[in-house]
């Protein structure tokens, strides 16, 4: 009878041990957009790009008079390991932006466009060109070194480089793999810099409130960070011996089982 009563007791023991060591999922905390109603007027598919310092940009100037934007579409320079440089064909020059907010453009001279959208951008350039330069031209600017990065309890945690600057932050997520089971969908973090500052966001995958969020598409060097949740950190802060002590206690009630039977 004592045996009996002291294998029950094992038996308790090493159920306890695996429901303390063990994490239940649960659907509400790993299912998308499952909360909340929205107004639709409030969900815009517009994103606005603004220009910071370190942002390398590729400007090209077009318009009807071929020769008189030639001086503004300058060709991109090689170099060679002797020392001397050659134009690389099909290749046009690209702009880095400095501390600034400032580009050092051909014959313009110096543009503070740092803090200026794409839009505010062409419309400044446009009326430095025409018409004194170059008649009714076309302006494209785009982002060459546009990236993001996504951290934490996520598959594939890195760097991105994004090539047409239009990211959502479920785009990122999918670049990254996905965020874990173990991932805190319900607070997930972006650091965005702003100015001279680094401003945080908080965002609510499991709400549909997202698609309204002033993050739900990301900017140039925006940082994603996806927190682990309480009980993944409380099993990485267990005793890694955990799982090998289940196992040798459930041996235990296996050998006591087979003793009362004899």
Do not use: W
Request: glycine content about 6%; overall charge neutral; hydrophobic content about 40%.
């Amino acid at each position: 009878m004592n045996l009996f009563f002291s294998e029950r007791k094992l038996f308790f023991t090493t159920f306890i041990l695996a429901v303390c060591f063990s994490s239940c999922v649960s659907k509400k905390n790993i299912t998308y957009f499952q909360f909340d109603e929205i107004d639709q007027e409030k969900v815009s598919n517009v994103y606005k790009t603004v220009f910071k310092p370190d942002d390398i940009l590729q400007i090209v100037i077009s318009a009807s008079d071929v020769t008189a934007v030639q001086p503004f579409n300058l060709p991109a320079a090689s170099f060679n390991s002797s020392g001397g440089s050659s134009a690389r064909p099909g290749a046009i020059l690209t702009y880095l932006i400095d501390s600034n907010g400032e580009i050092d453009f051909p014959i313009l001279g110096k543009l503070k466009i740092g803090g200026l959208s794409r839009e505010e951008t062409i419309g400044l350039m446009k009326n430095k060109l025409d018409p004194d330069y170059v008649k009714s031209p076309t302006i494209n600017i785009r982002i060459s070194n546009f990236k993001i990065t996504v951290q934490g309890d996520v598959l594939k945690p890195g760097t991105f480089n994004i090539p047409n600057e239009r990211v959502t932050i479920l785009d990122a997520i999918g670049f990254a793999g996905d965020i874990n089971i173990s991932g805190k969908r319900d607070n997930v973090l972006v650091i965005r810099e702003e100015g001279d500052f680094k401003k945080e966001y908080r965002v609510n995958l499991l709400s549909k409130k997202t698609y309204t969020s002033p993050v739900f598409y990301l900017q140039q060097n925006d940082i994603v960070y996806v927190e682990h949740n309480y009980a993944s950190i409380q099993s990485a802060s267990s005793n890694t011996n955990t799982g090998l002590f289940i196992s040798i206690a459930g041996t235990l009630i296996a050998i006591m089982t087979l003793l009362t039977r004899i």
